[in-house]
Every structure is written in structure tokens, then in C-alpha cells.
């Protein structure tokens, strides 16, 4: 052996643990990053209006910072996202894992991860050019942007999220369980409700969350289908704003760096992050204390 | 104790040379002499060796000596420690988090538990062959000339040669000679594990291990390698732990029977199976308790 | 009796309900595509992929946002392929089972959530500003890394997983170190696996639009990068601009930019398919 091998063995390591070390370094500089320009933001607006005011107006001259009028619209546009995603994505899991034969499965699964392989871009192309006016033929009254169409493509783009992990957490429950229940008489439906169903719970209910953060963190779809315009309103047929499109219009505008307007993109950030970190986390809580239940 | 062992085992570096009872002493010519003067036959000793799972004693107390150009077969049921025992003498236990030796182990007149040594350099000394053939996923040469190739040998032709004589050796050659670049996962199972001595010998150890060789292959396969083990006592010192007792009389020179962590009778071959002398051993070869 | 009629119904309902379900979306999907390949497909030619943008959407074409989109891949793949493979290896062969090695774990997790626009403000504040890099390629490059570094940091992990533990013990045995096991036994037979990730996750970045903007890809652009440097777009952000403006013409030649963007997604899913299963083929001989 030679000499030093060891001393190289040990730089190699040193090496690959400063990669995965990169991935720390990464979420402090996420939070540095959102934290510095938020505090200089609310050393200028208050905390209270920022929490209480509802209209959210900081490009024009008489500025409102109301947080809650760009929440509204990204949850109105999650929410009927969501309306959309979980019948049609938990039905699919239930048909897929206690009724498709074994061939269906593997062809349709592949065609379904396809819908969240499209780029978003896409998916609000579809959502201006295709739905809306669709839409607009049956809804008299819709306006050309509106949290409706949006959310109903974005909807249509969440529903593998919720399909996909969903059979996986309904496969992974044992058939003695399933036999259990046939054995009493039970139809596939009943059993499926009844008794798979609630044993997959966790593994369901994570999917859920994940889908919902995923919706809120939702960038291109909302920008080109729901509108520019802050709406503190719960009309899914007017135009409204969502956070993720607000920080995307200041960054196309003209905006001067450590301008308050500016730092408006990194409060909103923070808003942002906070609520999907929330959502990962409490499913990740949940993930892994029911994960021993079947091992 | 399966279950215990897979769960813990992690390959982490536990560092070159590293070990639980590290008197530190640098392997030096004149301990290595020493050792060489008292027992000048035996390529292993163990004196008071003792091996833990946690607090859980798998080995207890034991010392023996083998003798070198011997085959030495391990019998016992199962659990009784024989796989812990034999992997103790390439160090590959150490992978296992819990597991704690007392007591000393020399090979080749060197403590590998208590001095100073580079585990690398034991593990090519003490070969090692397992129960269920483990080729790389590569072809037929490149894993014969595995170990060759780590310890840093670049001449091509040096290498064609070493693999080509480990691959006769172990009477292969005329199976796999017309296209050494096939993948090895595409021989038979008898095969496979005839190339996975061939890799072991390629790099011309000392000793070779052997826990349950045969254990995974048909008849036929089995009674090849029974045949290769019995040539490679001329050149290599051999230990094989089976649970096949037929085997234990058909190949081996002495024999050590272990039941829950001791070792009951250690004899020849011949004496063992014909005259054992404790009835635990007599009633485990007539098959009372397996 | 009655009862067992009216789940029986039931079932049958739900049974055909489960059809429609699974199927409609994948319908809706293949009418959007489509309706834009009915639109764009006339206007996808030679023309439209060598020609610069312009105001007159019948002269306006792809090719500074294609330039872009290869460029940038080029770079984000450069810098987050050995990243993420190291971040992997790491986790999966070095890292001893601890509270912090399950903190790193759910940190990536917790990354992978984490909002692309996000990173677009994380890509600003360090590398256009602090690292001034300015509204460069490089900019972009790194925040995408950064962004698909968990994919393919867990696709490392599976892969190397799947990699049997008797080839390490095989290999152990022969007196081989652990990076030599690492090196010469568990990458070759987990590559495919590698590979797979990263593909997956570039694919992923290709379509990325909205980090890119933040950092300050620009809509209008009427040149072809040739430094990393340089200003640039890509095609998301092309066909989002071109979206955004009223008149038909650029409506329809949005749509034919999708249909490249969907070809070059399709074509990177595909390969990354195909190895998948060359891959699993190699390791059960």
C-alpha cells in the first residue's frame, strides 16, 4: 500500500461531505437572504399593516403593503386547484391500486407523470389561450384573466402528485388487511373506503400537503392566466395576483435595487417560504411518524 | 443474530488499522520473530479469543492453532458463531458497528486485533470466498484482475498473465478462455463461484476463506469445487466453514466443532468424525441436533 | 339482500367513475398539445428556428432563446452533476446514521419544496449581485443548479442503493479501500441510475422560466450568447413574453415554440426512459 493512502482517503471525504454540506449552506443563504431585505422592508411598513391592510398597492403612489390581498389570491387559485386534484387524483390512486389490472397500471403510470413533466409555461399558455375563452362561452361574466382558469390547469397539472404517492401509500398496505375484508363480504369498493383507505391515511394525507404546497409555490401558470392585479377577493372569475406573481412582475419591471418597492419581492419571499416550508415540514413530520407502522 | 448483523452492518471506514484494543504497537521484526520462533508451523493462532455483538458473547474464549498448507473445516449448527469466528481473521466483522474482540489473533505472526497493521494488506493476505457467489458486475477479466488492479498494477501483459493462470488454477479456462469480455452474471452458478476463487487467488494470498462455499450450488458444481479446494492445499493454507458434514469428512485435514460460541473438540479429521471425544460432538455428527 | 344490490351498484359506479378519472387528464393534455400543434406547426420552420425576435411576429423567431436554453443547460448540467453525485455518495456510503445526517436529509427534502421563484431571489442577492456575476448565463446556470440539486442528489442515493451490498462486501474482501469500492464497484453498476436523475432534472430545468427571470433573464433579446457572461433568454421565457402580447401572429408563434420545448422534454424523458431500463437490465445480468 502506498504510503499516504490514507491522508487521500481521507481528503475524498472531505470532499464529497463539502458537497452535501452545500445543500445546508443553501437554505441559510435562502433564509439570509429573504430575512436581510424583509427587516430593512419592515424597519419602513409596519408589521401590523402589512398583516392587516387588504389592498396591496406599492407601485402606485399612494402605497398599501397588505399582505393578505396576494395571499388571498394564491390560496383562491390553490384552492380550486386542489377542488380539482384530489377527487380526480385520489380516484385515480383507488382505481389504479384495487381495481386496474397489473398491465393498465404500468402504462398509465408513465402517461400520468407525463402531466407534471410539462413545463409550466405550457400549462399557462394552455390556461390564456385555450381555457379561458373556453370558459368564457359557459360562464358569462368571466374576465379574460381569472383565478378560475388558472386554477382549474394548475389542477389539472397536481393531479399525478396526488395520484401517484397516493398508490404508492395504498399498494404499501398489506393484502392480509384487504383479505380481511373480502372475507366478511365486502364489495372492492367498501373495502377500498373502508379499510385500505384508512390504513394508507398518512400516506395520502402527505400527498395532499405536498400538492398544496406545490400549488402555492406555482409561478408561471398564475402569471400569464390569473392576472396582475391585487384583488383581496374570493370571485374566482376576476383577475387577482398571487405572490409568486407579484415578485415575477417586479422582476420585469424597472424596479431599482434598495428602492422599497423593491424589497416589497423579498417580504412577499418570506411569505412565500415560510408557508410551503411549513407545509414540507409537517409532512415530513408526518411521513416519517407513521413510517414504522408496516415495517 | 442474522437479523442483528444485517441491520447493522454499515461499510464504514472504521480507519486503516484501527482497532478496539489498540495496544499500538507498530508490527516491528523483532515481535514478528518472536511469535515465528515460539510456532513456527502455525500461519494462525488464537489465544483467548473472544468475540461480542454488543453484550452479546459469539465467541468465547477460544485458542487454537492451524497449521500452514491444511484444510481446516468449521462445523456446528447454526448460530453457533462459525461465520463471525472466520470473518474475524480478514477483519470484515469490523464493519459491523457492535461487534468487540478480546484476546489475540495472530496470522502470519502478526496480531492483526492488537498491532498495528493496514487492513487493506490483511485483507489480501486472508482471501476470502462467500456463501452466495458475489461476481462484480463486469466482465470475466476485469474481475479476476480486481484485486490486482487496486493494488496499483498497470502492465497490461503482467495482468493477462496473472488472470490467466488464476482462471486454470481454478479450471476455468477452458470454459471462459474463447471470450474472457462476457459478463460475469451470465455464468452459471457453479461458475461464478469458481471465478470468484479465481479473483481471490489472482492475488496470491497467504490464506483463503471460505464460509459455505458450496451452500448455494447444485451437486455437480459442488463436487468441482470440492476437487479445487483439495489441489490448493499445496499452495494456500484453507478454512471453510460448512454445515455439510459429508463435506467437512471429503475435504478437510482437521476439523473444529463450535456450539454456542465454544469450541468443543478441535481434532483431525479422521479422529473427530470416527472418535470424537465429548458427546455434544457425537450427538451433532449423528445428526440428534442440527 | 338489498343492501348487497345497492354496493354492488356501488362499485360498478366507482369502477367506471375511476376510468374517467384516470384517463381525463391525460385526454385534456393530449387536446391542449393539439390544439397548439394545430396552431403552431405552420409556423415551425427553418425560418422560425434560425431567426432572431423581432416586432413583426411573422419575422420573429427562436434562435437566441434556443442559443440560451443550450447554453444554460450546458452550464447547469457542468456544475450540478459532480455536486449532486458527491452530495449522494456522501449521504448514502460515508454518512454515519445520526441526528445529523436525518437533519441533512430533511433539509434536501425540504429544498426540493421549496418555490422556484425562490431560488430566482436566492440567484439575485448572491450571484448577479454579491458574487457579481450580473444578468449572466453563469448566474442562471448556478441557480438552476441549485435548484435541481436535490433531484439529482436523491437519484444518486436510490441508484446507488439498489447497488447490492455482497459486491461491496466481494470487493471489502479483496483488501480494496472505500473509495477504491466506491470508485471502481458501486458508481460503474449505479450509473445508469445517475444518469437517469440527471437527465430527469435537467429536463426539469429546461422548462424553468420563472427562477431565470427573477435573476434577470431578459424578454427581449436580439442576440446569441457566446460567453458565459453574456445576457440571454431561454425558450420558457420566450413563449411566455410572446404569450403576453396580444396580437395573433405571436400567438401563434408561442405555440410553435412549445412544440420544440415539449420535443426537446419529450426527447430528454425518453433517453432518460430508455437508460432506466438498459440499466436495471445490467445489474440482474
Not at chain 1, 130 to 151: C, D, K, N, R
Not at chain 2, 41 to 49: A, C, K, V
Not at chain 2, 154 to 162: F, T
Not at chain 2, 194 to 222: F, G, N, Q, Y
Request: with cysteine.
Amino acid at each position: 500500500m502506498k504510503p499516504g493512502k490514507k491522508t487521500g482517503e481521507k481528503i475524498i471525504e472531505f470532499f464529497l461531505g463539502g458537497s452535501a454540506s452545500i445543500t445546508v449552506f443553501t437554505t441559510l443563504a435562502i433564509i439570509v437572504v429573504l430575512l436581510v431585505e424583509s427587516v430593512s422592508f419592515f424597519r419602513e411598513v409596519s408589521i401590523i399593516d402589512f398583516f392587516t391592510d387588504t389592498q396591496w398597492t406599492p407601485l402606485f403612489t399612494d402605497k398599501h403593503f397588505g399582505i393578505v390581498t396576494l395571499l388571498s389570491g394564491t390560496l383562491l387559485t390553490s384552492f380550486i386547484a386542489i377542488a380539482i386534484a384530489l377527487p380526480i387524483g385520489l380516484s385515480i390512486a383507488v382505481f389504479l391500486s384495487e381495481y386496474a389490472p397489473k398491465k393498465l397500471r404500468q402504462t398509465v403510470k408513465p402517461m400520468l407523470e407525463l402531466l407534471a413533466a410539462v413545463p409550466t409555461v405550457v400549462y399557462g399558455f394552455f390556461a390564456l389561450i385555450v381555457v379561458t375563452p373556453f370558459l368564457q362561452t359557459i360562464i358569462p361574466g368571466l374576465s379574460s384573466f381569472s383565478s378560475l382558469s388558472a386554477g382549474i390547469v394548475m389542477g389539472i397539472m397536481i393531479i399525478p402528485y396526488i395520484s401517484s404517492l397516493s398508490e404508492d401509500a395504498l399498494f404499501a398496505v398489506p393484502y392480509s388487511l384487504r383479505e380481511a375484508s373480502y372475507g366478511m363480504g365486502s364489495t372492492k369498493f367498501q373495502t377500498a373506503f373502508r379499510v385500505t383507505m384508512p390504513a394508507a391515511s398518512s400516506g395520502i394525507v402527505v400527498s395532499i400537503i405536498l400538492a398544496i404546497s406545490r400549488a402555492i409555490g406555482e409561478t408561471m401558470i398564475v402569471t400569464i392566466a390569473a392576472g396582475q392585479h391585487p384583488n383581496f377577493t374570493a370571485n374566482p372569475l376576476v383577475p387577482i395576483e398571487t405572490m409568486t406573481a407579484y415578485i415575477v412582475q417586479v422582476s420585469l419591471g424597472d424596479v431599482q435595487h434598495g428602492t422599497l418597492e423593491y424589497k416589497t419581492i423579498f417580504a412577499v419571499g418570506l411569505t412565500l417560504f415560510v408557508f410551503t416550508f411549513l407545509l414540507n415540514t409537517i409532512s415530513h413530520w408526518i411521513k416519517n411518524k407513521y413510517r414504522e407502522e408496516y415495517e | 443474530m442474522e437479523d442483528l448483523k444485517t441491520k447493522q452492518m454499515r461499510f464504514e471506514d472504521k480507519g486503516v488499522g484501527k482497532s478496539k484494543n489498540n495496544k499500538g504497537n507498530v508490527v516491528d521484526e523483532k515481535s514478528v520473530n518472536e511469535e515465528k520462533e515460539k510456532h513456527p508451523e502455525m500461519i494462525i493462532r488464537t489465544e483467548n479469543s473472544s468475540m461480542y455483538y454488543g453484550d452479546f458473547p459469539a465467541i468465547k474464549n477460544i485458542s487454537m492453532d492451524i497449521k500452514k498448507n491444511s484444510i481446516t473445516a468449521f462445523i456446528g449448527p447454526s448460530g453457533c458463531g462459525k461465520s463471525t469466528f472466520l470473518r474475524a481473521f480478514n477483519r470484515m466483522n469490523d464493519f459491523i458497528d457492535i461487534f468487540k474482540h478480546t484476546g489475540n489473533i495472530y496470522v502470519n505472526n502478526v496480531d492483526i486485533y492488537n498491532d498495528k497493521i493496514q487492513i487493506e494488506q490483511l485483507r489480501r493476505d486472508v482471501g476470502m470466498v462467500f456463501q452466495k457467489p458475489n461476481p462484480f458486475p463486469k466482465t470475466i477479466f476485469d474481475n479476476v484482475a480486481y484485486g490486482l488492479k487496486i493494488q496499483g498494477m498497470k502492465d497490461k501483459n503482467l495482468l493477462e498473465e496473472r488472470v490467466k493462470d488464476a482462471i486454470q488454477q481454478v479450471g476455468l479456462w477452458s470454459e471462459v478462455r474463447d471470450d474472457l469480455k462476457r459478463n460475469a452474471l451470465s455464468l452459471s452458478g457453479g461458475q461464478q463461484q469458481r471465478l470468484c476463487i479465481a479473483r481471490t487467488l489472482a492475488v496470491k494470498p497467504s490464506i483463503i476463506l471460505m464460509d459455505e462455499p458450496t451452500s448455494a450450488l447444485d451437486p455437480i458444481s459442488t463436487a468441482k469445487i470440492e476437487d479445487l479446494i483439495t489441489q490448493l492445499k499445496e499452495e494456500y493454507t484453507i478454512l471453510i466453514v460448512t454445515h455439510n458434514m459429508q463435506q467437512a469428512g471429503r475435504i478437510s485435514d482437521s476439523t473444529a466443532f463450535l456450539y454456542m460460541g465454544d469450541l468443543i473438540e478441535y481434532d483431525t479429521t479422521h479422529k473427530l468424525f470416527t472418535k470424537p471425544k465429548f458427546e455434544k460432538t457425537e450427538n451433532y455428527i449423528t445428526g440428534r441436533f442440527g | 339482500m338489498n343492501n348487497i344490490i345497492i354496493n354492488r351498484l356501488k362499485d360498478k359506479i366507482f369502477k367506471a367513475w375511476g376510468i374517467i378519472a384516470t384517463f381525463i387528464g391525460i385526454i385534456l393534455l393530449a387536446v391542449f398539445i393539439g390544439d397548439i400543434f394545430k396552431d403552431g406547426i405552420q409556423r415551425l420552420n427553418l425560418d422560425f428556428l434560425s431567426s432572431l425576435p423581432s416586432r413583426f411576429s411573422e419575422k420573429a423567431g427562436i434562435k437566441p432563446a434556443m442559443m440560451g436554453s443550450i447554453w444554460i443547460m450546458g452550464f447547469t448540467a457542468i456544475i450540478s452533476f459532480p455536486l449532486g453525485v458527491a452530495a449522494g455518495i456522501y449521504l448514502e456510503e460515508y454518512a454515519r446514521k445520526n441526528k445529523f445526517s436525518s437533519f441533512l436529509e430533511m433539509n434536501i427534502s425540504n429544498l426540493a419544496g421549496v418555490p422556484s421563484i425562490i431560488y430566482g431571489l436566492l440567484g439575485v442577492q448572491i450571484f448577479v449581485r454579491a458574487l457579481q456575476f450580473g444578468n449572466s448565463i453563469l448566474a442562471g446556470a448556478f441557480t438552476l443548479s441549485l435548484l435541481i440539486l436535490p433531484i439529482i442528489i436523491v437519484a444518486t442515493r436510490e441508484a446507488i442503493k439498489a447497488v447490492p451490498n455482497s459486491i461491496r462486501e466481494g470487493s471489502y474482501g479483496m483488501g480494496a479501500t472505500k473509495w477504491q469500492t466506491i470508485w471502481y464497484q458501486v458508481l460503474p453498476a449505479s450509473l445508469g441510475g445517475i444518469l437517469t436523475g440527471v437527465i430527469l432534472a435537467l429536463s426539469r430545468a429546461v422548462g424553468e422560466a420563472a427562477p431565470l427571470i427573477a435573476v434577470g433573464a431578459l424578454a427581449y433579446v436580439p442576440f446569441v450568447p457566446s460567453s458565459p457572461m453574456d445576457e440571454f433568454t431561454v425558450l420558457p421565457i420566450q413563449i411566455f413574453n410572446w404569450t403576453s402580447r396580444p396580437q395573433h401572429g405571436f400567438i401563434i408563434n408561442a405555440a410553435a415554440a412549445i412544440l420544440v420545448l415539449l420535443a426537446i422534454t419529450l426527447i430528454m424523458n425518453g433517453i432518460a426512459v430508455y437508460l432506466r431500463n438498459k440499466w436495471q437490465k445490467k445489474l440482474s445480468g
